[in-house]
């Protein structure tokens, strides 16, 4: 074996890796049923909210998972009420055509969100006499 050979082996050993998240639903349970049809264009954007924020009320119109960087995060349900918590470190599924926001307490969030759609998709839609949500 080559010397460089065996230095890219040994250099192999020490790559880390850890699957944060995987799920086939959003984070309130909402089974995603299919990716939007047409050519696949994937996104990945990210945000900072200071804290204090509230995202307008809006939906999303594909499957997209989302990544705390740092911070935290909580996204409420319109419908439901219901709330889930998310931390640095930590990822979420969000609801594909159900209206929804996002909010930060004490502690801004930084983040990244990684959207599955097709060409000409917009990102999110926000509810009518809401703002956009960027």
């Known amino acids: 074996m ?6 890219r082996n040994s250099q192999h050993d020490s790559i880390q890796h850890e699957l944060v998240h995987q799920s086939g639903a959003a984070w309130n349970g909402q089974p995603y049923q299919d990716y939007p049809s047409g050519k696949p264009q994937l996104s990945v954007m990210r945000m900072s909210l200071p804290p204090h924020t509230e995202l307008p009320w809006h939906t999303h119109p594909m499957p997209n998972a989302a990544y705390v960087l740092s911070g935290m ?3 409420e349900d319109k419908a439901s009420g219901e709330c889930h918590t998310v931390h640095a470190g930590e990822a979420l599924n969000e609801t594909v055509d159900s209206a929804h926001r996002g909010f930060t307490q004490d502690k801004g969030a930084e983040l990244v969100i990684f959207y599955a759609g097709v060409e000409g998709q917009v990102l999110s839609v926000p509810l009518p006499g809401e703002s956009p949500e960027f």
Do not use: A, P
């Open 73 to 75: 995060l909580t996204i």
């Open 2 to 7: 080559s010397e460089e050979h065996r230095n």
